[in-house]
Structure formats: structure tokens, C-alpha cells
């Protein structure tokens, strides 16, 4: 079993900024990427920013490039989401995905096994 615990959601005017962080814990855990997700009322699940611990690589939604920063710690098995330039749109609630198996994606909800429960973010226009 492994636990996935996020943190760091909040209320905040647009412009402002936020930082989500989420930890993976499990005996034996090995990750192999983590991402996170966002998710509105009525619609799917939305890829926004992953980091592959392979070589480091990063990934990100066009809408967010420039304005979030991911990074993480394969060894603790944790990822950050810094989060500046907030708009209203970006108002969501964010899951933390953790990928135990080696896949050659990133941007799918489907290539990843663990999620945690969510943490809300709203952002006021």
C-alpha cells in the first residue's frame, strides 16, 4: 500500500502565488515519476506538471508554462508544485499522482498508479 499525502492548497488572490508539496510514502517504494493533476466540476481530470526521475525531465500544461515549477526528490519520493501568476482559471482541486511502474508517459491520468486526495485551490479574481 502507499499512502500519498498533499498539502499547501489555499485561497488567494489572482497574481498571487501558492506552493503544493505532496509525499509518497510505502515499504519499499521505488517511484518512477510524480505529477500532479487538476480537476473541475463536471470535467476530467487534467494533466499539469510531472517530473521523471530517469534524467529529470520535466512536463508541463502549455496553460501553466512559465508561471508553475515542479521539482522533486526521488530519494524521498516527494514533488512541489510552485505556483505563481495564479488566475481565476486555475482554480481547482490538485492530486498529487505517483507512478510506481516505468512507463513512457507522463501526461496521462491512466500512467499512474497512487493518487492522493486532493487539495483545494481557488483563486480569486
Known amino acids: 500500500q502507499v499512502q500519498v499525502v498533499e498539502s499547501g492548497g489555499g485561497l488567494v488572490q489572482a497574481g498571487g502565488s501558492l506552493r503544493l508539496s505532496c509525499a509518497a510514502s510505502?515499504?519499499?517504494?521505488?517511484?518512477?515519476?510524480m505529477g500532479w493533476f487538476r480537476q473541475t466540476p463536471g470535467k476530467d481530470r487534467e494533466f499539469v506538471a510531472a517530473?521523471?526521475?530517469?534524467?529529470?525531465?520535466?512536463y508541463y500544461t502549455d496553460s501553466v508554462k512559465g508561471r508553475f515549477t515542479i521539482s522533486g526528490d526521488n530519494i524521498k519520493n516527494t514533488v512541489s508544485l510552485q505556483m505563481n501568476s495564479l488566475k481565476p482559471e486555475d482554480t481547482a482541486v490538485y492530486y498529487c499522482?505517483?507512478?510506481?511502474?516505468?512507463?513512457?508517459?507522463?501526461?496521462?491520468?491512466?500512467?499512474?498508479?497512487?493518487w492522493g486526495q486532493g487539495t483545494q485551490v481557488t483563486v480569486l479574481s
Open positions: 499522482a505517483v507512478q510506481t511502474e516505468k512507463r513512457f508517459v507522463q501526461v496521462r491520468s491512466y500512467a499512474y498508479d497512487w
Open positions: 510505502g515499504r519499499t517504494l521505488s517511484t518512477y515519476a
Open positions: 517530473m521523471e526521475w530517469t534524467d529529470d525531465r520535466t
